[in-house]
């Protein structure tokens, strides 16, 4: 960029102001490319790059569990928990508190 370095700027707020600014203009440009790359592509018309994460490079394999598969379905509905998930019964709740609890007033605002 040609600039001076920073580190031999003395004053130390100067040489902050001179850091964020770099910085800033930094971002900036790389905010441009992106863009422009992100044009170029929409006008060549091929679709834009997705991420890379962990679940698209998964490789599907024959144990994978598909969630519209019948069966699965059917044990979800069968399942114990089923009611509770599907809000047709309240869960029970216990809070537990020491002997000599620190926080009363937390349990009072729980217990109204």
Same mark, same amino acid.
């Given at each position: 960029?040609?600039?001076?370095? *920073? %580190? +031999?700027? #003395?004053? +130390? =707020?100067?040489?902050?102001?001179?850091?964020?600014?770099?910085? #800033?203009? +930094?971002? !900036?440009?790389?905010?441009?490319?992106?863009?422009?790359? !992100?044009?170029?592509?929409?006008?060549?018309? +091929?679709?834009?790059?997705?991420?890379?994460?962990?679940? %698209?490079?998964? =490789?599907? *394999?024959?144990?994978?569990?598909?969630?519209?598969?019948?069966?699965?379905?059917?044990?979800?509905?069968?399942?114990?928990? #089923?009611?509770?998930?599907?809000? #047709?019964?309240?869960? !029970?709740?216990? $809070? *537990? *508190?020491?002997?000599?609890? %620190? %926080?009363?007033?937390? =349990?009072?605002? $729980?217990?109204?």
């Amino acid at each position: 960029m040609g600039h001076t370095p *920073t %580190s +031999k700027i #003395a004053n +130390k =707020v100067k040489r902050f102001e001179v850091h964020r600014k770099r910085q #800033a203009e +930094k971002r !900036k440009l790389q905010e441009e490319r992106k863009l422009e790359r !992100k044009r170029q592509l929409q006008e060549l018309g +091929k679709p834009l790059p997705q991420p890379k994460t962990i679940e %698209s490079k998964r =490789v599907k *394999t024959e144990d994978f569990v598909d969630p519209e598969d019948e069966e699965i379905r059917g044990d979800d509905a069968e399942d114990e928990f #089923a009611p509770f998930w599907n809000d #047709a019964k309240e869960p !029970k709740i216990m $809070l *537990t *508190t020491r002997y000599v609890c %620190s %926080s009363l007033e937390l =349990v009072d605002g $729980l217990l109204d």
